[in-house]
Nanobody, 124 residues
Framework: EVQLQASGGGLVQNGGSLRLSCAASEFTFDNYAIGWFRQAPGKEREGVSCIRGSDASTYYADFVKGRFTISSDNAKRTVYLQMNSLKSEDTAVYYC?????????????????WGQGTQVTVSS
């Protein structure tokens, strides 16, 4: 079974940066997609970004476009989410997830495996 380990969260000031990592256990990344989701207190989980292993195409939610960048290191089986210009509304638990279908989507139900989440807190 695929296991995902998210890390890199922390406390940062408004306007600061963080880089999240999602390390995956053995699998062939070419066939999958990795997405980042987040959930703030009292809110539903929402899709943030995604990258397809087959062609490295990416997806970003409108509220992070121009600020967040997703990338992958296939040799390390790790996907990164570089988050710049962080705002207080970015405060949430961030999760990475894997879709065996290989397609990027913001629909969390279409992802098969989930990491444990990492807390991101942006102070104003």
């Amino acid at each position: 079974e695929v296991q995902l380990q998210a890390s890199g969260g922390g406390l940062v000031q408004n306007g600061g940066s963080l880089r999240l990592s999602c390390a995956a256990s053995e699998f062939t990344f070419d066939n999958y997609a990795i997405g980042w989701f987040r959930q703030a207190p009292g809110k539903e989980r929402e899709g943030v970004s995604c990258i397809r292993g087959s062609d490295a195409s990416t997806y970003y939610a409108d509220f992070v476009k121009g600020r967040f960048t997703i990338s992958s290191d296939n040799a390390k089986r790790t996907v990164y989410l570089q988050m710049n210009s962080l705002k207080s509304e970015d405060t949430a638990v961030y999760y990475c997830a894997l879709s065996r279908s290989g397609g990027c989507t913001a629909i969390d139900l279409l992802y098969d495996y989930w990491g444990q989440g990492t807390q991101v807190t942006v102070s104003s």
